[in-house]
């Protein structure tokens, strides 16, 4: 059973446990994602409401919840589920994890914030609630099955079929080679996982019944911003030159660009034993410039437009030193 099995890293669970010979059935509010894997079972209920009626009849092996984000999603639906399942597999978060006093390279064994179970009336989620609530629901969960239940928490998550459009911003900026601006330090550190990384690693542990927690972060060879846009523009075939400039105000949200990126460097040494895979960043960025190109390409929300980026290179000129990313051939 995966809980939100149509958009991004639900999907790709689905596939890879399609691709193994499962038989899944997919829960969700139906809207999206019709058309995927026809054939497999479907219940349908919404989280918001309160709707899992579908899921008082059956029993499955696992069940991977991809969609709890507030305590009363999981409580809500491990009340229906009950004992009808032998593994639950809660995806979480890094932002579990307190914000100072740690070092690259923490494991999963690191210090976590304060839960919070009362959102707002809305339950909307912010920066400051987020991580504080899958804190509450990863308690719930291990509370609840025990020994039977599993977490795992991934890094910024990569691949097609990405809603963020995060790394899809790199991959399309990379692309059209040039002079690229950077609010940040090329050679902050940063770590992305493929989706269908994710995927196999969330499957592995549901068949080989694993339980604990794992981060779930790549790719394999640790890499710089500076690395990764030089990744993409490779997976281009393009030339491209990064030049830092100010960061504007609201940056701090740039595409992966984080201030205090240092500290949030996981190791991936648990899951990579448990058998976590680890597809090259290249294959990555080639992959998700084909799926972005074959959607058409439509307007992202993220990083800077095209006269941003033309206003801030030109007040660079001849303040910032460049940073030379070579990548065609």
């Not at 004992?83 to 690259?104: E, K, M, N, T, W």
């Not at 969960?141 to 809603?163: E, F, M, N, S």
């Amino acid at each position: 059973m995966v809980l939100g099995g149509t958009s991004f890293v639900g999907r790709a669970i689905v596939e890879e446990a399609l691709r193994h010979g499962a038989d899944v059935t997919l829960f969700g509010r139906g809207r999206t994602g019709a058309d995927l894997f026809p054939g497999t079972a479907r219940l349908t209920g919404d989280r918001d409401t309160g709707e899992y009626g579908a899921l008082r009849d059956g029993r499955w092996d696992a069940v991977a919840d991809v969609s709890g984000y507030v305590p009363r999603h999981v409580g809500q639906a491990m009340d229906t589920i009950g004992d009808r399942c032998g593994r639950y597999l809660f995806i979480s978060s890094h932002a579990v994890y307190q914000r100072s006093g740690v070092g690259p390279g923490s494991d999963e064994d690191t210090p976590r914030r304060a839960p919070v179970r009362h959102v707002d009336s809305t339950e909307s989620l912010d920066d400051e609630t987020y991580g504080p609530s899958k804190v509450a629901c990863e308690d719930d969960v291990l509370a609840r099955y025990g020994a039977r239940a599993t977490l795992v928490r991934p890094g910024k998550v990569a691949g097609p079929h990405d809603p963020s459009d995060t790394f899809t911003y790199w991959v399309r900026r990379a692309a059209r080679g040039g002079r690229i601006a950077l609010p940040a330090d090329p050679a902050q550190p940063v770590q992305v996982i493929d989706s269908r990384d994710l995927a196999g690693l969330v499957v592995r542990l549901l068949m080989d019944d694993r339980p604990g927690v794992y981060h779930a972060v790549g790719p394999a060879e640790p890499t710089t911003l500076g690395g990764l846009i030089e990744t993409c523009a490779r997976a281009a075939g393009t030339e491209a030159e990064t030049v830092r400039v100010p960061p504007e105000p609201g940056s701090r949200m740039f595409p992966l660009v984080r201030p205090n990126w240092p500290s949030q460097q996981r190791s991936p040494a648990r899951a990579r034993a448990a058998g976590l895979p680890a597809t090259p960043l290249e294959t990555t960025a080639a992959d998700v410039l084909a799926w972005d190109r074959e959607r058409g390409e439509p307007p992202i929300r993220r990083g800077y437009t095209v006269q941003e980026e033309e206003a801030l290179l030109a007040r660079a000129d001849g303040k910032a030193p460049a940073h030379r990313t070579n990548a065609a051939g």
